[in-house]
């Protein structure tokens, strides 16, 4: 591999650098070696290394690399206002892509960072927390590593000498190995039982959520062999069953749920699970938390999500780069009555302040949008409630559809009905065309492009939602259907009208107006878009699609940038196939 890959935390900690924590639990000053050898100090003091693995993983969010290569080229995110298309969107990315092999060296120097933990930690204070939890960051690297380049390079061991020969190794081996290893983990209990406020530690459940990842990734990788239109749970082999029905367990154990119980209600609103003061919430399993007091634990993800506003510092809106706002299928994606759709999108803007959402300003709106599915009399009505927040030439206001409903507004505030244009030539040219993703709005640190909010990696619906996909997939309907209906029953604010009768076509288009997806509707589509609609902007949509070999048939029918044949994995990249002669083959495609 890569020299650079396995540079050890020794020479980084020599060197100066400090690593930001991420709770209470790494407040540790950094270590020094004072007059010891290096590798004495860090033999007798491996939490400075741990220090090191857990900063690592901020790359995970801080940077828009993660979103490119988790969200772009898939049926949700478009970019707008003339910003070109990626390779990743378009499907015609080469081995050089910058994108592909930033984050393959991101995943590997965090690997790299827990191998060092194990190794230092082992030799002489052998703390079982740090060797747990070193173990379930180095899995939960091959993780995001199989679901992207498929077969890679399994290293255990710390490198201090890199040797530039480390073959890749077939993804059911990395599986087998890594399921193996987190059952351990699990099993030995050192771990902690709960989080508590350190969202960053992993937890026992943390660590069964992963186990249910690795067994679905598992299940479907070396068990399904129906591309597309075809899958096919009936065809599914008896052992693929039993790696789809492991998937299901694990998930349940993750969210405390006994064998054979019934899932309970998720115990929030979908707003109160994203509202900003109520980041550690019950719901969280594991996330990405940020120090909030210096720059290494900043995100942009509060940035990337939505169309352009202007110029921060001039317009008072939030900074957003145009590149990740919605597609045409995403302006349809949340049906009417779903709560989720004002819980994840800022539909009224404030002018010059758009964070008078959270801090009670006063401020005329500046950009009002609607659903698809709110009539122009609505919509007008809606806003004559307090004409008093509209104003001519401050407020634009559209309907966003296929073809789009503008407003006009006279110097009282009362709006009547604009002009009418198709959503491409709207968000192609206007400033504000479309709503922004405010999942992460950080109210507290309002700096352009950047904010502190936790991320979540692990939560209790998208785990629900794991384990309805497994027991779909194990042929076992019924608990499929609870799993996905305690979700949508949250939806819909509690009530029944979100439940599921069952796999069909006409329960599907009961929460969906748009086309399906090529080769018409099939059951996995349900879950697919009920997973679109709970886990919007969070990064998991081409891992979602191309777990579920899906991946051709949503892109052929969404992505309007697609310019190439569509590839279910990523390509090696040029410079480690060029350093690493482990590696003796490419991609298909490539």
Request: aromatic share 14%; charged share 20%.
């Amino acid at each position: 591999m890569k020299k650079s890959l396995y540079i050890s935390g020794l020479a980084l900690m020599l060197a100066g650098m400090s690593f930001t924590s991420c709770s209470d639990f790494l407040d540790a000053d950094n270590k020094t070696t004072a007059n010891k050898g290096a590798d004495d100090a860090l033999v007798n003091q491996p939490d400075g290394l741990l220090m090191e693995a857990y900063a690592s993983i901020y790359e995970f969010a801080r940077t828009s690399v993660d979103i490119a290569i988790n969200d772009e080229g898939t049926d949700l995110y478009i970019p707008v206002r003339g910003k070109n298309p990626s390779d990743i969107d378009k499907y015609t990315l080469s081995a050089s892509n910058d994108e592909v092999y930033t984050y393959w060296k991101k995943v590997y120097t965090m690997i790299n960072n827990a191998n060092a933990v194990v190794y230092y930690n082992n030799q002489k204070v052998k703390n079982a927390s740090y060797d747990a939890e070193a173990k379930f960051l180095r899995n939960w690297g091959y993780y995001l590593l199989t679901q992207q380049y498929g077969d890679v390079p399994y290293v255990t061991e710390y490198i201090s000498t890199p040797n530039g020969s480390y073959p890749r190794v077939a993804v059911a081996t990395i599986y087998d190995s890594c399921i193996k290893e987190l059952k351990a983990v699990y099993e030995a209990g050192a771990l902690p039982a709960s989080k508590g406020t350190n969202l960053a530690q992993p937890t026992q459940a943390a660590c069964a959520a992963l186990l249910s990842k690795f067994y679905l990734a598992k299940a479907w990788d070396c068990y399904v062999t129906e591309e597309g239109s075809s899958v096919d749970p009936s065809k599914v082999s008896a052992d693929g069953k039993t790696a789809f029905n492991e998937a299901a367990s694990w998930a349940e154990k993750a969210l405390g749920i006994s064998a054979g119980a019934a899932p309970a209600n998720l115990p929030l609103t979908f707003a109160d699970k994203w509202s900003p003061a109520n980041d550690n919430n019950t719901e969280v399993i594991w996330a990405i938390q940020s120090n909030g007091a210096a720059e290494l634990g900043a995100h942009v993800l509060a940035n990337e999500y939505g169309n352009y506003y202007g110029d921060q510092a001039k317009t008072g809106y939030k900074q957003v780069g145009s590149l990740h706002a919605q597609s045409n299928k995403s302006l349809y994606l949340f049906a009417k009555g779903d709560s989720r759709y004002e819980a994840t999108f800022m539909t009224a803007i404030r002018y010059k302040d758009y964070f008078a959402y959270y801090n009670g300003g006063t401020t005329k709106i500046g950009f009002q949008y609607f659903p698809y599915y709110v009539t122009e009399g609505d919509a007008i009505s809606e806003m004559g409630k307090n004409a008093s927040n509209y104003a001519t030439g401050e407020t634009k206001a559209f309907i966003l559809a296929n073809t789009c409903t503008s407003f006009e507004f006279d110097a009282s505030g009362k709006a009547s009905v604009g002009e009418k244009e198709s959503y491409s030539d709207l968000y192609s040219q206007t400033v504000g065309s479309g709503v922004c993703v405010k999942k992460y709005d950080d109210p507290v640190y309002t700096k352009s492009g950047a904010g502190y909010r936790c991320v979540p990696i692990f939560h209790s619906s998208d785990i629900y939602l794991t384990a309805a996909e497994a027991y779909y997939m194990a042929g076992n309907d019924s608990k499929a259907l609870e799993y996905v209906n305690k979700v949508r029953y949250r939806a819909y604010d509690n009530t029944n009208s979100g439940e599921l009768a069952d796999f069909t076509e006409t329960e599907y288009k009961k929460f969906y107006e748009y086309e399906a997806p090529e080769g018409g509707f099939k059951p996995i589509d349900i879950i697919l878009d009920e997973r679109a609609r709970e886990l919007y902007a969070e990064r998991t949509r081409w891992i979602d699609l191309r777990r579920t070999n899906q991946l051709e048939r949503y892109n052929v029918k969404y992505n309007v940038n697609l310019n190439s044949k569509v590839k279910d994995l990523r390509p090696i990249p040029t410079n480690e196939m060029g350093a690493n002669t482990g590696i003796t083959y490419q991609n298909e495609g490539y």
